[in-house]
Structure formats: C-alpha cells, structure tokens
C-alpha cells in the first residue's frame, strides 16, 4: 500500500506564490511517474504536471505552463509543485498522485493508481 501526503497549501494574492510537497511512503517511490491534479468546486478533476520517475521528463497542462515547476527528490520520497503568480482561477483543491507503471507521462486521472488526500490553495483577487 502507497501513502501520499500533500502540504503546502493556503490563501495567496493573486501573483503570489506557494510550494506545495508531496511525501510517498510504503513503496518503490523511485520507479514511477508522479502528477499534480487538482479540482475546483463543480468541476472535474483535471491534470497540472507530471514528471517522470527520473525527474528527468516532465509535462505540464498549458494553463500553468511557464508559471508551475514539478520536481521530485527521490531521497526524500517527495514530489514538489512549485506555483508561481497565481491567479484566481488556480484556485482548487490539488491532489498529488503516483502512477500505474512508471513508462508513461500521464494525463489523465485513470493512469494513477494512488491519490493523496488533497490541499486547498485558495487565490484571492
């Protein structure tokens, strides 16, 4: 069984930032893929970023393209999601999620197998 444990979230200005972590435990963290997901209220889950299990690849939906930075400290069992200038709109709930097999970057929720239990980012205008 995999444990995944979010932190770092909270209420920001819009144009500020915050780090959000992610700690694994209870299984090989290194070999598989990590991804950020997260989920405003009425809406579906969608995809942040992914990395995959080296760190050496990553993706990132267009929306936080060039404001978002996924990275992974496979020492530490931790995944990271570094948001700079937030925006309203990014205001979600964000979910961190370790994938099925470790060969792919994921996109969509079905390819994680394991769900942390989320964290609010709220972004004030």
């Known amino acids: 069984q995999v444990q995944l444990v979010e932190s770092g979230g909270g209420l920001v200005q819009a144009g500020g930032s915050l780090r959000l972590s992610c700690a694994a435990s209870?299984?090989?963290?290194?070999?598989?893929?990590m991804g950020w997901f997260r989920q405003a209220p009425g809406k579906e889950r969608e995809f942040v970023a992914a990395?995959?299990?080296?760190?050496?690849?990553?993706y990132y939906a267009d929306s936080v393209k060039g404001r978002f930075t996924i990275s992974r400290d496979n020492a530490k069992n931790t995944v990271y999601l570094q948001m700079n200038s937030l925006k309203p709109e990014d205001t979600a709930v964000y979910y961190c999620?370790?994938?099925?097999?470790?060969?792919?970057?994921?996109?969509?929720?079905?390819?994680?197998?394991?769900w942390g239990q989320g964290t609010q980012v709220t972004v004030s205008s």
């Open positions: 990395i995959r299990w080296s760190g050496g690849s990553t």
């Open positions: 999620a370790l994938d099925r097999s470790g060969s792919y970057l994921y996109t969509v929720p079905a390819g994680y197998r394991y």
């Open positions: 209870g299984r090989t963290f290194s070999s598989y893929g």
